[in-house]
């Protein structure tokens, strides 16, 4: 089983990514779950959001506690010390940021990619929510399911231009990322 | 067609698939999903329904009563504090025999305001006369809603279908749902002898003077015991039609050589099975976990055979009665009355107001049973350091 945690803020589609990642691993043939830390969601207050995937039908229904992987979805909270708490030993983090890789790796003393996928979706479709930009790049790090699952996911919420700008932008965030880099802790999961 | 779906949206096609007359709700979290996407079905013309919007949880259970009463398919979803605002109309409802469903995305009670899982709402109105069925997967919850409206129209009782707040309606899961077609050929057409026609007329909802009221009363309650063996069937019915069983009154699981049994109700059952893959082999040890489906009717000899030869039954509430205990473990320690060598009761109540419930719960509670000092009933997951000296 793999299990992943998405933190961000109100309103940065946290919900929608765990539930694309999810439905990403169903396309590629996976058994999936996906949820939100349920709470009372407000634009810009720090929320979580859970994945698990496996070849088994899953039953635990507890929150992550013990993540391989996280995304950050907003860089300012980079400042909370906790926000790594749980993660597996190997596992690594990849941010939402401008800081440079080896700062956020050395704060944090876990692997970690930045990607400035708040940019790059302000560009390619005129908002800055950077969740699909970072679900494209998670893939491609750990190289696990192909990107056709995603394009997939992402035909089943989004239509019309919206879907082509966000599938434009999921090709340009996975080739931003070095490919299958976090591949060994994938497939040991 | 297996499809990844959130919960709320499988229960809302999983409605629409029974093709209801009538669907009265009022939105609250965390059924709120529930609602909106069958309203979206009904906006897109892929749900022909009267869907009335109205304003209280009080007028969505009377919509729901007044059409079944009509011979209307019926169905209305509700939460918490909604669940109390309909409580008058809940016990009318059964109390007239009339046939509709109701989910209820269980949520804890005010006061203090929480908007978490747990079974405090639908304990609340256990003794309406409902059927109250609890899901412990998504899957489970959609398979039980179609079943429930067959339930409904063979026994002249309202089922209520359980199922856990946030834990199984905003979780994204592979759900398999049935084509419309399949559930036509499954789900009869709604046929209710008693409804509401200008052409002979009748009165509903009678003053019943003390001539009757108790033999009203017995009724209702040898009828609640008779529809032990309709949800055991439609169950049985639906796997032979559809492939796959959602637990009839209970089921039985894990290691027969075990010496305890869990008891519990929705989706802390899922835990509890990755718990027991995950630790039985270690420390903790095996156990029967008895995954209980069917709250009311309460199904006494099942419960009774599936503890039999045990040492210890841990019965899991996700509600408490004040001043008495767990309400679940209660009723199982009923059932044990007089039961020859009865296994030991051990009652705890878990995850109250949402308090999430970890995988190492099997291995805690099965620790737990080892304590000579431990208390018959405790808030399991209550941490006594938060609280002052004397509440503790």
């Given at each position: ?7 961000g ?6 919900v ?12 590629a ?8 830390a349920?709470?009372?969601?407000r ?22 506690r ?30 939402n ?10 704060q ?22 950077p ?11 750990t ?34 990322v ?12 | 067609m297996r ?14 698939l029974c ?25 897109d ?17 009377s919509?729901?009563?007044g059409?079944?009463?009509?011979g ?9 504090q ?10 009318n ?10 989910t209820?995305?269980?949520r804890?009670v ?22 109250q ?9 959609v ?10 129209q ?17 979780t ?38 003390p ?7 017995h ?8 529809s ?15 492939g ?61 055979d ?15 009665s004040?001043?008495?205990g ?7 320690a009923?059932?044990?009355a ?9 009652n705890?109540?878990?995850?109250l ?7 190492t ?13 431990a208390?018959?009933f ?15």
């Amino acid at each position: 089983m793999i299990e992943y945690r998405i933190h961000g803020r109100g309103g940065q589609g946290n919900v929608a990514a765990a539930y694309l990642l999810a439905a990403a691993a169903f396309q590629a043939g996976w058994y999936c779950q996906a949820f939100p830390a349920f709470g009372a969601e407000r634009r810009g207050a720090p929320v979580a959001a859970f994945v698990r995937v496996d070849t088994a039908p899953i039953t635990l229904r507890s929150q992550v506690r013990n993540p391989h992987f996280l995304i950050v979805q907003d860089s300012s909270l980079l400042q909370d010390p906790k926000i790594t708490q749980g993660l597996r030993q190997g596992g690594a983090m990849l941010v939402n940021s401008t800081t440079p890789e080896t700062e956020v790796a050395g704060q944090f003393g876990c692997r970690a990619v930045c990607l400035d996928a708040t940019a790059m979706a302000i560009e390619e479709i005129g908002r800055p929510i950077p969740n699909t930009a970072l679900l494209a790049a998670l893939l491609a790090l750990t190289d696990r399911f192909p990107p056709e699952a995603l394009a997939t996911a992402l035909a089943g919420r989004f239509h019309g231009e919206l879907l082509d700008r966000n599938l434009a932008l999921v090709e340009r965030a996975a080739k931003a990322v070095p490919k299958a880099a976090w591949a060994k802790e994938s497939a040991d999961a | 067609m297996r499809e990844a779906l959130e919960g709320s949206q499988a229960i809302a096609r999983a409605v629409s698939l029974c093709e209801p007359d009538v669907v009265a709700a009022y939105p609250i979290t965390p059924q709120t999903h529930i609602v909106e996407n069958l309203s979206k079905l009904v906006a897109d013309g892929d749900l022909h329904t009267e869907f009335v919007s109205v304003e209280s949880e009080f007028s969505a259970a009377s919509v729901a009563l007044g059409a079944a009463a009509a011979g209307a398919r019926a169905y209305t979803a509700t939460a918490s504090q909604g669940v109390l605002l309909m409580a008058e109309v809940l016990f009318n409802i059964a109390g007239l025999r009339l046939p509709m469903v109701m989910t209820v995305a269980n949520r804890a009670v005010s006061a203090p305001l929480s908007i978490w899982n747990d079974h405090a709402d639908s304990m609340a109105v256990r003794d309406s006369g409902w059927i109250q069925l609890h899901a412990a997967s998504n899957q489970e919850a959609v398979d039980t809603t179609i079943q429930a409206f067959r339930i409904t129209q063979q026994t002249e009782l309202p089922v209520m279908v359980c199922m856990d707040g946030f834990i199984l309606t905003h979780t994204m899961e592979p759900i398999d749902l049935p084509s419309i077609d399949e559930v036509r050929a499954w789900l009869p057409p709604l046929e209710f002898d008693r409804q509401l026609d200008p052409e002979d007329p009748r009165s509903v909802g009678m003053l019943v003077t003390p001539d009757f009221f108790p033999e009203v009363r017995h009724s209702h309650h040898t009828a609640m015991r008779k529809s032990l063996e309709v949800i055991e069937t439609t169950d049985a019915d639906f796997a032979q039609a559809f492939g796959r069983a959602s637990g009839g009154l209970l089921t039985v699981e894990g290691d027969v050589t075990a010496r305890v049994g869990i008891v519990a109700m929705g989706s802390t059952v899922g835990t509890l099975q990755a718990g027991m893959a995950h630790y039985a082999a270690e420390a903790a040890g095996p156990a029967l976990l008895i995954k209980l489906r069917s709250y009311r009717p309460f199904p006494a000899r099942a419960l009774r055979d599936a503890v039999r030869g045990l040492d210890t039954v841990i019965v899991i509430d996700r509600a408490i009665s004040p001043g008495m205990g767990g309400i679940l473990g209660t009723e199982v320690a009923a059932v044990l009355a007089g039961m020859p060598d009865a296994p030991k009761l051990v009652n705890h109540a878990l995850g109250l107001g949402g308090r999430d419930i970890p995988e190492t719960i099997y291995s805690d509670l099965l620790a737990a049973i080892r304590d000579p000092d431990a208390p018959a009933f405790s808030v399991f997951d209550a941490d006594m350091e938060k609280l002052p000296p004397e509440d503790r």
